[in-house]
């Protein structure tokens, strides 16, 4: 059964400090998400990371895979206020051909809050 | 340009009481899937369809959940003698993954089921 574990759970920072948000999933993997999710919101897309070694950012955010390691991080640059959320990954696991099976596995979430 | 909606929003129901939610995916969007959220969790998938077929019914907890797509768009999600532990925000997604080697999926805004 795949396993996606985030830590911290609970994260707490200042403005303009930096942090990272760590994935680790339990079974091979090459295509992980991440999603943000405002409190009583939908969820929404932030990154989509295909292959090993994938590097994606998007202002403040930058998120990167490791298939080997089996962890994907979320980091958080300059934090601002706005970036109060719950961040979420996902992992999708695929068959041998590549193609996906379809449903996501999540992580617990992790609980961000930038106060200044 | 719409993007996935659900309806009702809110549903309170007694428990025993049969229910039925409603998800309209993105237009022209082939896999549908439904998730269970409950509070401080990350998504749990339920059931996946690829057109009108489930292509993994897995995650259903038992059967009193029931979910169908007859016409490969509109899907309900309908659950019989509804328990307090049914209490949770039912996500539905949509993507365009049709045999696509990865599967970025887009959420709708949920239906928070509260059964008392």
């Known amino acids: 059964e795949l396993k996606v574990e985030q830590n911290p759970l609970f994260l707490s920072m200042q403005e303009g400090k930096n942090y990272t948000i760590y994935c680790n999933y339990s079974?091979?993997?090459?295509?992980l998400y991440w999603y943000r999710q405002d409190p009583g919101k939908s969820l929404e897309s932030l990154f989509v990371l295909l292959s090993n070694g994938a590097v994606k950012q998007e202002g403040r955010l930058m998120a990167s895979l490791d298939t080997k390691a089996r962890l994907s991080t979320l980091h958080i640059t300059a934090a601002v206020h706005d970036l109060s959320a719950t961040y979420f990954c996902a992992v999708d696991k695929s068959n041998a051909g590549g193609t996906s099976y379809g449903k996501l596995t999540f992580g617990q979430g992790t609980i961000l809050t930038v106060h200044p | 340009g719409a993007g996935v909606s659900q309806t009702p929003s809110n549903k309170v129901t007694e428990k025993g009481k049969y229910v039925e939610l409603r998800c309209d995916p993105i237009s022209g969007h082939t896999a549908l899937y439904w998730y269970r959220q409950s509070l401080g969790q990350g998504p749990e998938f339920l059931i996946y369809f690829q057109g009108t077929g489930a292509a993994d019914d897995s995650g259903l907890p038992n059967d009193r959940f029931f979910a169908v797509r007859p016409e490969g768009s509109v899907s309900t999600l309908k659950i019989q003698r509804t328990e307090r532990g049914d209490s949770a925000v039912y996500l539905c997604?949509?993507?365009?993954?049709?045999?696509?080697?990865?599967?970025?999926?887009?959420f709708g805004p949920g239906t928070r089921l509260t059964v008392l």
């Open positions: 079974t091979t993997s090459d295509r």
């Open positions: 997604a949509s993507s365009s993954a049709g045999g696509r080697t990865y599967n970025e999926q887009f």
